[in-house]
């Protein structure tokens, strides 16, 4: 029991401290449409021996945690609902300091700004992501609205040369039109 109160500590100590940091600017931009599966870029060089049970591994968005791994170990409780099932580590990746986050089916609400924190013994790694989401949808809804309006605006020009086309053809025939027959 002791020696499980210390690293519950250190966890607590290292969610407090990470959720006081604020991201000053954005290092990568990923982009992404609703639905697709994205790839949050985090990468770091480890300055000793690799080992999974010194690694602590943050990412969040605000003050929303996206996946913990402190430990050894993936930390479910303190992921928000939002990403359960969606978010991913490789851990087979990390012994070559890959810690990338795989977020997948995206939407418009997973936008932001997003920071990885990567904590070794005494060493600190963060790296910041931006993620843009598009929403294909709206877009194909208002271009589809578009074209809708240039086909009436196209069908109503053509209706109008029509009938200014068959009412030049009836003058030159020498038949007046309605309009042209009243002599004052």
Not at 110 to 131: N, Q, W
Request: hydrophobic share 40%; aromatic share 12%; proline share 3%.
């Amino acid at each position: 029991m002791l020696q499980i109160y210390p690293r519950m500590c250190m966890t607590a100590e290292l969610l407090l401290l990470m959720s006081f940091w604020v991201p000053a600017y954005s290092n990568t931009v990923v982009s992404g449409d609703v639905g697709e599966d994205v790839i949050l870029p985090c990468t770091v060089e480890y300055k000793e021996e690799f080992s999974y049970n010194t690694l602590n591994i943050l990412w969040k968005t605000e003050h929303i945690h996206v996946y913990s791994f402190f430990y050894g170990n993936f930390q479910e409780e303190h992921q928000d609902e939002i990403f359960k099932g969606r978010a991913q580590l490789f851990h087979a990746e990390f012994p070559k300091g890959n810690v990338s986050l795989l977020l997948r089916n995206i939407q418009t609400s997973d936008a932001g700004i997003y920071t990885c924190s990567v904590f070794i013994s005494k060493y600190t790694h963060k790296r910041i992501t931006e993620l843009v989401v598009r929403d294909r949808s709206h877009a194909y809804t208002s271009e589809s609205s578009e074209v809708k309006v240039s086909v009436v605006v196209i069908m109503v020009c053509l209706i109008i040369g029509f009938i200014a086309f068959l009412r030049r053809r009836k003058r030159s025939r020498g038949t007046p039109c309605k309009e042209d027959s009243k002599v004052d």
